[in-house]
């Protein structure tokens, strides 16, 4: 099976519809008010099938201008075109401007086809398609087939479909095997099923009961059911058209312009680099200015950025960076379409380069840019992995930023590896060079740290990731790659780093410690006889401590191994011959005071020697 998106083209009351129901049976205005006034207003969708398997799903769109946003709500799925030309009015302005949405949205291929031949002479009918092939050239359907037609004679509609069919299978098929997206155009409910989405499969698949992720509203459903060109199915591909029937999501909830995305994968964004392209008869734009900004089937109002110039003249391009009123969901390579804020009207288009940028900077040039836009899937990826510096850019978020096959990207990556231009954390990409700063980075903080502390052992593991603004996996993931530091539980140090105290100054404060046995001074004190200031003191304390010659209890009070090593004696000895310990029992076994028996219990306890039950204390030291 191959199937196709054929959109329709053309003014209104061309006949797009009339041609549309002659060349499948199945007539696409389904509003009410659609046969009512003769004129398509929204989307209509026909399928028209082959014997050998081909299936193409027809978009229908409105001719009116004022329902041009209607039709740029189907162009974007669209594969080829079908331009509709009336034979007795000719050229029109919404001829224009649907071929130029098409042309600024690279549709490739396409026919025309001169609609209401019966209506006029044989010799009229040639001008007309003389006024047409001079009307697309320097378009994609310059050197198209031109037909002339009539819905209501059916002249020369077999000779239509034949060449239908025949650009049909010229079309490069969508991507299978990419994440599977689906912009919303259509949102209803029917009785005993809920709510119901229609759009066309831009890539990958969907199945049965599998979970997807509804943009840029954040929910989640799974797919109770599928249909697609009128048959219930179990899985829907690229290129086709589609309902789906979501469970637990209410029709109120969905919007056209909403997205059905694999889970996971994608995020929305509001604001996009990008080229834009102006029309040749487009009003310049300023910079900073307003436009109606087009993508798939969404719609919003955007800003535009230029980087390069204040103002970009009709006929040229440049890059930008276009945020966004409202939310979208865009991969790298999507096309979009701008319209003038007012009065509206179409006057460019042009492609999404990153849909997850950050601010760019004069000095950042756009370098980057020209790869997005040109470079192979390897140098893209590379490109924005280096863009994320230490944060990395998870494989995931690599698979739903661009617009390419999945066993493409993961080929790329696994190349960008073996050249050892990026590395591998986990699920985590890190460009090389930006490994290498953050051991520069890492080795220098600790340096300042050592020369500002050198009398502590080392600096919070988590402190330093703290000023780094890495995240916790990725900096865990990073460390053990860094040869010149040593990490010993949550402190992190330069292995030449040694913390540096006199052994003079050590040997009075521990001396002070064991003098005084199960009261020693507290680190007021100690500071105050040494005539240091306390942070030294605290940093004496912590070094002895790490070296095993003192155990620190609290901030401010710390005994000598001996003490410490004799307290546990004196309990083993109370615990031999009672189950359990009061404050007081124990305040007489070490010969002190409460004001230092609650601070060793409480040590104790949490270092898993005793255990408080009520007002009592049992040893659970093995």
């Known amino acids: 099976m191959r199937y196709v998106i054929m959109g329709t083209a053309g003014h209104i009351d061309h006949g797009k519809s009339a041609l549309v129901k002659a060349l499948t049976g199945v007539d696409p205005d389904r509003l009410k008010e659609e046969k009512e006034r003769g004129i398509t207003i929204d989307l ?18 409105p001719g009116h201008e004022r329902l041009v946003r209607n039709m740029l709500a189907g162009a974007g799925g669209i594969d080829f075109v079908l331009m509709v030309i009336a034979a007795d009015e000719g050229i029109m302005p919404q001829s224009r401007e649907h071929l130029a949405i098409c042309d600024l949205l690279k549709i490739k291929s396409g026919l025309v086809a001169i609609t209401k031949a019966d209506l006029v002479e044989p010799d009229w009918l040639e001008l007309v398609k003389g006024e047409v092939a001079e009307f697309v050239k320097c378009t994609f359907l310059e050197g198209a087939d031109i037909i002339p037609v009539s819905s209501v004679t ?84 690229a290129g086709q058209r589609a309902a789906l029937n979501l469970q637990g999501i209410d029709k109120e909830d969905l919007h056209r312009g909403d997205t059905l995305v694999t889970a996971g994968r994608f995020s929305s964004t509001r604001s996009v680099d990008a080229r834009l392209e102006l029309l040749g008869d487009a009003p310049p734009v300023k910079n900073r200015g307003l436009v109606h900004f087009h993508l798939g089937t969404s719609e919003t109002v955007a800003r535009v950025i230029l980087y390069v110039t204040e103002l970009l003249k009709p006929g040229e391009s440049s890059y930008c960076q276009l945020r966004l009123q409202d939310p979208v969901v865009a991969q790298s390579g999507d096309r979009f379409i701008v319209r003038r804020f007012s009065p509206v009207d179409t006057i460019g288009g042009g492609e999404v380069l990153d849909p997850q940028p950050g601010r760019r900077r004069k000095k950042d040039g756009t370098a980057d840019l020209d790869v997005l ?28 930023w661009l617009g390419a096959e999945v066993p493409a990207i993961n080929d790329a990556i696994r190349e960008l590896e073996k050249r050892g231009e990026i590395k591998r954390y986990g699920d ?32 919070s593991k988590e402190e330093l990731r703290v ?23 949550d402190i992190i140090r330069l292995k030449s780093f040694r913390a540096a105290a006199s052994d003079e100054d050590k040997a009075k404060l521990l001396k002070m410690l064991e003098d005084k046995c199960f009261q020693p001074p507290d680190k007021k004190e100690l500071a105050a006889a040494l005539g240091v200031n ?65 601070p060793y219990l409480e040590y104790l306890d949490s270092n898993g020697v005793t255990l408080r039950v009520g007002d009592v204390r049992k040893f659970i030291l093995k």
């Open 44 to 61: 209509g969708f026909a399928d028209l099938e082959y014997p050998d398997g081909l299936t193409i799903g027809i978009v229908d769109v």
């Open 154 to 237: 059916g002249q020369n509609l077999e000779e239509l479909k034949e060449v239908i069919g025949d650009v049909a299978r010229k079309v490069d098929v969508k991507p299978s095997k990419g994440l599977f997206r689906l912009p919303v155009d259509r949102v209803f409910t029917l009785k005993g099923f809920g709510a119901i989405v229609t759009g066309t499969a831009l890539s990958g698949s969907a199945s049965v009961d599998e979970t997807l992720d509804i943009l840029p509203g954040g929910l989640k459903t799974r797919v109770r059911g599928l249909q697609s060109h009128g048959r219930s199915v179990k899985k829907v591909y």
């Open 373 to 400: 836009e040109r470079g192979t899937v390897a140098e893209k990826i590379s490109v924005k992995v280096k863009k994320a510096s230490i944060r990395g850019l998870t494989v995931a978020h690599a698979e739903g």
């Open 428 to 459: 985590t990409l890190i460009h090389a060079e930006a490994a290498e700063a953050f051991k520069m980075a890492i080795t220098e903080r600790l340096r300042n740290y050592h020369q500002a502390n050198p009398m502590k052992p080392g600096m």
């Open 467 to 489: 000023e780094l603004h890495v995240e916790p996996k990725i900096f865990s993931n990073m460390l053990g790659a860094v040869a010149d530091v040593v990490v010993e539980q």
């Open 534 to 598: 306390e942070k030294k003191v605290a940093d004496i304390i912590g070094l002895l401590s790490k070296e095993g010659d003192a155990v620190r209890i609290n901030d401010t009070l710390a005994l000598g191994r001996a003490a410490y090593e004799k307290m546990i004696v004196l309990l083993r000895e109370h615990y031999a011959k009672k189950p359990d310990m009061t404050v007081a029992e124990f305040r007489d076994i070490l010969g002190t005071t409460r004001k230092f028996a609650l």
